[in-house]
């Protein structure tokens, strides 16, 4: 993956679709270079409609059940240009240290609570649930912006 001419390279975030992906969703999805599931998924055809935006890596949730997602990994490693970047559904189920392993980004759904923490160097970022809503919490997604060393990570809140 690399950024064409020197521009940051765009990283969508998105979990917790349980098979809804809304068309707010998508608009924000677009224009990014690579995608990232971070579980509870909700089917095939959602992977498919991302795919239409960019290369995905998913990682199955607790949820995500059948013959579909037996094929999807519980978690994740990406290589985005100087970055590596960590993805599992739910964070208790992390069986490594992030940064002691060399990652800057772990991308973690489950909670449908979109929020970012730095720690120990590393970036915790969760998008949130893009699917139906839970509770009071917002519907969002994530993006990261990649360059070089730097990221700049963003919480959208999708208007619904």
């Known amino acids: 993956m ?3 001419s020197g521009a940051p390279v765009r990283v969508g975030l ?13 608009a924000a999805l677009s224009g990014c270079h690579q995608i990232i599931h971070a579980g509870d998924i909700g089917g095939v055809a959602i992977l498919d409609a991302l795919r239409a935006i960019a290369p ?4 199955r949730g607790n949820n995500d059940k059948g013959a579909w997602a037996d094929r999807i990994p519980e978690s994740a490693v990406l290589q985005v240009g100087a970055i590596r970047i960590y993805v599992i559904h739910d964070l208790a189920g992390i069986d490594l240290d992030p940064a002691a392993a060399g990652f800057r980004v772990v991308v973690a759904g489950h909670s449908h609570k979109p929020s970012r923490e730095m720690r120990e160097g590393v970036l915790y970022i969760n998008p949130g649930s893009a699917g139906p809503r839970r509770f009071s919490l917002p519907v969002a997604v994530a993006r990261l912006e990649i360059a070089g060393t730097n990221i700049a990570p963003q919480l959208i809140e999708l208007a619904v």
Not at 14 to 26: F, N, V, Y
Not at 56 to 59: E, G, L, N, P
């Open 14 to 26: 998105i979990s917790d679709t349980h098979g809804l992906l809304r068309p707010q969703a998508l």
């Open 56 to 59: 995905v890596t998913a990682v």
């Open 2 to 4: 690399h950024a064409v």
